[in-house]
């Protein structure tokens, strides 16, 4: 592991951008590139982390600098070949698929999941068809093609905090809803983890996978704030 070299972090104006330095020299991502943001607010809070470094660098706490360096690095190169794989979990949205046996969960997936749903229809001016039960379903192909286009719309930065509240959540809804800031973070999170909750509070908390979502709360967190920050 790289051990901390530098005194002084600061913020400099750079490109029309903001550049996080190390003892006046730029910062650069793993490709190279220069570690530059838009935002003076991200800015800042990618100096903390570089600031706040010990002895020896742990990526793990630094994800503001995590989440730049992969906006930088991957997707701004290909958008569309990064985005790609995030704007598939429109054939598999996780809010198109209910309960089929336990009537009180239905019932809170449909208080909680078709509000979600209404905004995506009515905002991309789509149509969703509900399963119920676990066997895949498709997905209008104009609904697809839609939110597809929905994430394309968006800038690398923000298809980058996107990916991994789709890929943790399992809902591109959600996730495009909070890159909209549609809807509250805490209760998107409280809506992709809807049946976990549920099964918890009937059947009693497991600590494996409380850790786990613990952890996957983190990183939601994290993503949430950088484009709060953007």
């Known amino acids: ?20 330095a190390l003892d006046g020299r730029p910062v650069r991502t793993p490709q190279r590139a220069p570690l530059a943001v838009a935002s003076p607010a991200l800015a800042e809070a990618i100096a903390a982390e570089w600031q706040a ?17 992969a906006a930088i690095d991957i997707a701004a190169p290909d958008l569309a070949a990064f985005a790609e794989p995030v704007a598939a979990y ?19 997936q449909a208080a909680i999941w078709n509000p979600l749903l209404a ?9 969703f068809v509900i399963a119920r039960g676990i066997v895949p379903i ?8 839609a939110l597809r286009a929905a994430v394309l719309a968006h800038d690398a930065w923000r298809v980058t905090a996107l990916t991994p509240l789709v890929t943790i959540g399992g809902s591109l809804v959600a996730g495009l809803a909070l890159v909209e800031a549609a809807f509250d973070a805490g209760d998107l999170w409280q809506a992709v ?15 494996l ?20 920050l953007l």
Do not use: H
């Open 138 to 145: 498709d997905q209008p192909e104009a609904t697809v093609a």
């Open 53 to 69: 470094v010990g002895e020896t660098i742990d990526p793990a706490a630094m994800p503001m600098t995590g989440l730049a360096n």
């Open 90 to 108: 429109a054939a598999s949205e996780l809010f198109c698929y209910r309960e089929d046996r336990d009537a009180a969960l239905l019932a809170e």
């Open 193 to 207: 983890s809807l049946d976990e909750l549920y099964q918890e509070r009937r059947w009693g908390p497991d600590a």
């Open 119 to 127: 905004w995506a229809e009515a905002r991309y001016g789509v149509e």
């Open 209 to 228: 996978a409380t850790a786990a979502r613990e952890k996957k709360r983190a990183d939601w967190d994290n993503a949430a704030r950088f484009l709060s």
């Open 1 to 20: 592991m790289m051990k901390r070299f530098w005194k002084e972090v600061g913020v400099v104006p750079a490109d029309g951008g903001w550049n996080i």
